[in-house]
């Protein structure tokens, strides 16, 4: 697999490259030289696959032979051992019946993906990015020392000693749950250090319990900022080359490759369950994800899919106060803004770095993205009005995001009416917003025994203010956190 910088086209790597790296050298974000299509025959027969069997498929594609079947498999049979679950509002079952909505026949599917480790949908990107990683780490190190140990994926039998491989450290910024997810898939995977920035007071209590009481190889670093702040911290070590020289950096946002590309597999999986049970879709009817949006890489994770010949009619972008999408694809310029603080904090993004893929992938030409991408944003008091009308007439718990989401369908349908499969990715746990539930419906979330247990340990966080003198300091000085 050839990849290339969004800055630099002419800067091209190979999968493996780009997935240490994380993020070109000249600051670009990693795009696929050549996105395949998938034959018809995989479309024609998807409902008879099971998830691992259509990831190992879409990936395996994609790789084009980078990584040998039988590894590549073994990576897949390790991170994706949960799926998602597709369900029906109307009697909250895991099955593809549907919900009428405004009186038309289209239908809303709501695709749960937060049936991780996590409880978010990030664990589906953060575990396959751990396998690779710890695949290719392995591999320097089998060929550094010519011995070989543990699997592929880098759980097993296996030396935790930080020492015993290359030491890479995992730099992330965090808007919530992508920190807890990079935490857990990470959490002593030999020779990597995870490094967390997360915005001090911006994230829920569950989500900071989750991502500062794993310890071990993991550091969480609390900084006073925003999201964007970390992100641009993030940014920045990686755009400094005397860092670079002294301290193997990747990334484990969105930013990065492997990360991403994880973010395709459901999108697929959601048309093979609609394929598989509903007879709407037999008369071709057009296919709609609406998706939560921040830093848009699950967004990205979607057109990829649709590049490589998933039938999607159209994708909303569902935004809350931080407008910068709908703002770009009115108005053609790109105008980043300091992130405002909701009820929907993963989608708290002033700046979000995966536009420039999805520029990319368009050409730079933002009618045709909007072309395919409808995009809306919604007020707190509108997602709260959200989650409060979904329990009530469906006794279906919405988180913030997932109500973002519902709210940009019914946006989209007002606009254009007509019968559709729509499906809402529901990107994380309800029990996760448990105040937010509260308020809007009176009503407690009753906690999965992993959040409450999480909720007993202890924070463990470096508290930082927002200096990347401070945190280049500490990158450096292993000792510092760790």
């Known amino acids: 697999m050839i990849l290339y910088s969004t800055c630099n086209k002419r800067e091209k790597v190979t999968f493996r490259d780009a997935v240490i790296k994380g993020i070109a050298d000249d600051g670009g974000l990693y795009m696929p030289l050549n996105i395949p299509v998938l034959p018809e025959s995989f479309f024609k027969n998807i409902n008879k696959l099971s998830f691992k069997e259509i990831s190992f498929r879409v990936v395996d594609a994609l790789l084009e032979k980078e990584i040998p079947e039988e590894d590549l498999w073994e990576i897949i049979e390790s991170c994706m051992n ?4 597709v369900r029906d509002l109307e009697d909250n079952s895991p099955k593809t019946n549907s919900l009428k909505v405004n009186s038309s026949n289209s239908r809303i599917y709501v695709m749960e993906l937060f049936h991780g480790p996590t409880l ?6 953060a575990r396959f990015m751990a396998g690779m990683l710890s695949y290719f780490n392995r591999g320097d190190w089998e060929e550094k020392t010519g011995n070989r140990g543990g699997n592929v994926a880098g759980w097993g039998n296996v030396d935790l000693a930080v020492g015993s491989r290359q030491n890479i450290t995992v730099l992330v910024a965090t808007s919530g749950d992508t920190g ?17 920035l997360y915005p001090s007071g911006r994230v829920s209590k569950i989500q900071e319990q989750q991502l500062t009481t794993l310890g071990g190889n993991i550091t969480a670093v609390e900084v006073n900022g925003s999201f964007d702040d970390c992100q641009s911290l993030v940014k920045r070590a990686f755009a400094d080359m005397e ?4 301290v193997k950096l990747t990334s484990a946002n969105s930013i990065n490759i492997a990360r991403l ?3 395709s597999f459901y999108y697929h999986y959601a048309y093979s369950r609609i394929k598989l049970y509903s007879a709407v879709n037999q008369k071709r009817v057009p296919l709609i994800f609406s998706v939560p949006s921040g830093n848009l890489g699950n967004l990205t994770g979607g057109l990829i899919a649709m590049r490589m010949g998933l039938p999607v009619h159209k994708f909303i972008a569902a935004g809350n106060a931080n407008d910068v999408l709908p703002d770009y694809l009115q108005s053609g310029r790109f105008t980043p803004k300091p992130s405002v603080r909701t009820i929907s904090n993963a989608m708290d993004v002033g700046n979000p770095g995966n536009l420039s893929r999805i520029r990319e992938l368009f050409g730079n030409d933002h009618k045709m993205i909007g072309s395919v991408v409808f995009s ?13 009308e979904v329990y009530e007439k469906h006794g279906y718990l919405l988180d913030p995001h997932g109500a973002v989401g519902y709210l940009a369908i019914q ?6 009416p007509g019968v559709y499969n729509t499906v809402l990715l529901e990107t994380a746990h309800p029990a996760k917003f448990t105040e937010t539930f509260k308020s809007a419906t009176g009503v407690e979330v009753a906690l999965p025994e992993r959040l409450s247990a999480c909720l007993a340990k202890e924070k463990k966080a470096v508290y930082m203010e927002n200096s990347y003198e401070e945190l280049k300091r500490r990158l450096v000085d292993e000792k510092s956190v760790i």
């Open 82 to 85: 949960f799926r998602p679950e």
């Open 120 to 125: 978010a949908f990030k664990d589906f990107g």
């Open 180 to 196: 807890s997810a990079v935490a857990n898939g990470f959490h002593n995977v030999p020779g990597v250090r995870v490094v967390l």
């Open 243 to 246: 860092l670079r020289s002294r």
């Open 261 to 263: 590309i994880p973010q």
């Open 376 to 388: 809306r944003s919604n007020s707190d008091s509108m997602t709260i009005r959200a989650i409060r």
């Open 411 to 416: 946006d989209y349908l007002e606009k254009y």
